[in-house]
């Protein structure tokens, strides 16, 4: 009893190890593509990691754009981010890794499984479900926090020594229960109705909106008005834009057929909301 007591207190303080290793770094560097995908940005999965870091605090930036000056200074100041996949032929399973500056492992995630069949869901929901082990974390940057020291290798085995001599039950994590905020619309004086180049109309509910193109992607707009109410940021990956609106933050895409589909995560409920603008075509 004393042995697992001392063991499980070790592994305790690894695990508070893991988030003071975290609340050091600035920036997560996603990849443009994982070596399990072969391609950029497949089913949107490099996006949602983007997404998901974000969310949590931390500054994000695809590892071909260009870097803030504090990270050209000092390049320790990021780790990369990779998603590995082990799937089996029934279970598609993913765990998510960060690598530091020196190429040193710093985080690695629980796994995260899912059983459905279709490639997209089955890769969005194992990568959340991977995720919850960063969101324990309650990462919070510390600009001047002191250099964290690696764990040695008698330390990792003690870990593991605990990890089969008992099953610690983790408490889920909760969210405090709030209502998800409507989508607010700025109203303001009209502008023509004519269609101009480089904007794209879109119906959902009754309600017509007009997509703008713009340097930065596309401004979102209820048509006739003046000012957009979100904002579509391109994340350098083919097809896939950063959503940003006064009361929420996601992804967004154009399916097959030209329609504007957005991804947010309701917090109150804890899942993720998908959203369809028709594509008017003329």
Request: glycine residues 6%; proline residues 5%.
């Amino acid at each position: 009893m004393k042995k697992l007591l001392f063991s499980l207190l070790i592994l305790f303080s690894f695990s508070g190890l893991k988030a003071q290793n975290l609340n050091e770094y600035k920036y997560i560097i996603i990849p443009e593509s994982f070596e399990f995908s072969k391609e950029k940005n497949k089913h949107q999965l490099n996006s949602l990691l983007k997404f998901l870091f974000e969310r949590e605090g931390f500054e994000t930036l695809m590892n071909k754009e260009s870097r803030p000056e504090d990270l050209q200074r000092d390049n320790c100041l990021g780790l990369d981010a990779n998603v590995v996949e082990d799937s089996g032929l029934f279970t598609t399973r993913m765990r998510i890794t960060l690598e530091d500056c020196h190429g040193n492992l710093i985080f690695t995630s629980e796994e995260g499984t899912s059983r459905e069949k279709d490639y997209k869901t089955a890769w969005h929901e194992s990568l959340r479900q991977a995720f919850e082990s960063v969101e324990a974390l309650n990462y919070n940057f510390e600009a001047d926090a002191p250099p964290a020291t690696p764990a040695t290798p008698e330390t990792a085995e003690v870990v593991e020594e605990a990890e089969v001599a008992a099953e610690v039950p983790q408490e889920e994590k909760t969210t405090p229960e709030s209502p998800e905020k409507p989508e607010v619309v700025v109203q303001s004086e009209k502008i023509p109705e004519e269609k101009a180049p480089g904007i794209l109309n879109f119906e959902k509910d009754g309600t017509y909106f007009q997509l703008q193109e713009n340097e930065n992607g596309y401004a979102l707009f209820q048509k006739g008005m003046s000012e957009p109410f979100a904002l579509l940021i391109s994340s350098q990956e083919g097809g896939s834009f950063i959503y940003n609106s006064v009361t929420k933050q996601g992804i967004a895409s154009f399916s097959e057929n030209g329609d504007l589909v957005v991804e947010h995560f309701d917090a109150s409920r804890g899942v993720s909301v998908k959203t369809t603008y028709t594509v008017k075509k003329d």
